[in-house]
């Protein structure tokens, strides 16, 4: 019997060898492809914004563009820091606790002269990159400017928002609250 059992455990240990020796040899064999890794170099990106004027329109009432353009603006720059050209984009992303709608917002943005209009804030684009904003309370995300800078460069902004005259006076005392947000990516 205990022969037996020595043969079994040596049959046993030659099966196992056998298996061992046979994923071994399959793994030697078989082929893998792989693909070059491409790695992307990007650069940084810096937004300055100046202290003041909050983002808000509070217990406000609708104003003509000529009366919304004499506002104060919300001023910011955005510099480009580093050693490659980027492009971006300004978005507007108005809060989901807003009273007033979006829709009587009216806005400019610019870089040196006021325009003469402002533009309603529903004619602006929709980002449709807004869920990367990372905002809990985002409602809508307006592209409402956008630009490339080379390495180095810097553009100061200017933003007015108001309330339009259309709106009527039951806007009046409502809050609107937005996020300024500058999305950019390299310029290749």
């Given at each position: 019997m205990k022969f037996r059992y020595q043969m079994l455990l040596v049959l046993l240990a030659l099966v196992l060898v056998f298996a061992l020796g046979l994923a071994g040899s399959y793994a030697s064999y078989k082929?893998?492809?792989?693909?070059?890794?491409?790695?992307?170099?990007?650069?940084?990106?810096?937004?300055?914004?100046?202290?003041?004027?909050?983002?808000?329109?509070?217990?406000?009432?609708?104003?003509?563009?000529l009366t919304g353009l004499s506002l104060s603006p919300y001023t910011f720059k955005i510099t480009n820091y580093c050693d490659i050209a980027s492009k971006y984009s300004i978005t507007l992303n108005t809060l989901n606790t807003n009273t007033l709608d979006y829709s009587s917002i009216k806005y400019a943005l610019y870089t040196a002269d006021k325009p003469?209009?402002?533009?309603?804030?529903?004619?602006?684009?929709?980002?449709?990159?807004?869920?990367?904003?990372?905002?809990?309370?985002?409602?809508?995300?307006?592209?409402?400017?956008?630009?490339?800078?080379?390495?180095?460069?810097?553009?100061?902004?200017?933003?007015?928002?108001?309330?339009?005259?259309?709106?009527?006076?039951e806007e009046m005392n409502k809050t609107f609250e937005s996020v300024l947000a500058v999305i950019n990516e390299a310029n290749v």
């Open positions: 082929v893998v492809h792989t693909s070059k890794t491409e790695v992307a170099s990007v650069g940084c990106f810096g937004i300055t914004f100046d202290e003041g004027t909050s983002i808000s329109i509070e217990n406000s009432y609708p104003v003509s563009d003469s209009t402002g533009v309603n804030l529903s004619g602006a684009e929709l980002n449709s990159r807004s869920t990367n904003l990372n905002i809990d309370s985002l409602d809508k995300s307006f592209v409402i400017g956008s630009g490339s800078l080379e390495s180095g460069e810097e553009v100061s902004y200017n933003l007015l928002l108001w309330i339009d005259e259309a709106a009527g006076n």
